[in-house]
């Protein structure tokens, strides 16, 4: 597989976890994970949409031949 589709599957899933934690989907922030047990359920997804924009970053990085995943 080339780095540039790598790296739009990446930003793809980061664009969804991003979605998925600002509508609150149940696949993406189910209350019974453990960081909703842990933080509660407004910081469970915000650390879910931190998470999705590292991917979505890390995989425009690849697109564009900054590499960060090495290879």
Known sequence: MSDTT???IMAVIGVLVMVGAALN???VTH???LLNMIFGDRIARI???LAGLYI???G???II???WLGG
């Open 6 to 8: 790598v790296g739009l």
């Open 25 to 27: 989907w149940r696949i």
């Open 31 to 33: 209350p019974g994970k």
């Open 47 to 49: 650390i879910a949409f």
């Open 56 to 58: 979505f970053v890390l």
């Open 60 to 62: 425009i990085g690849q």
């Open 65 to 67: 031949g900054m590499n």
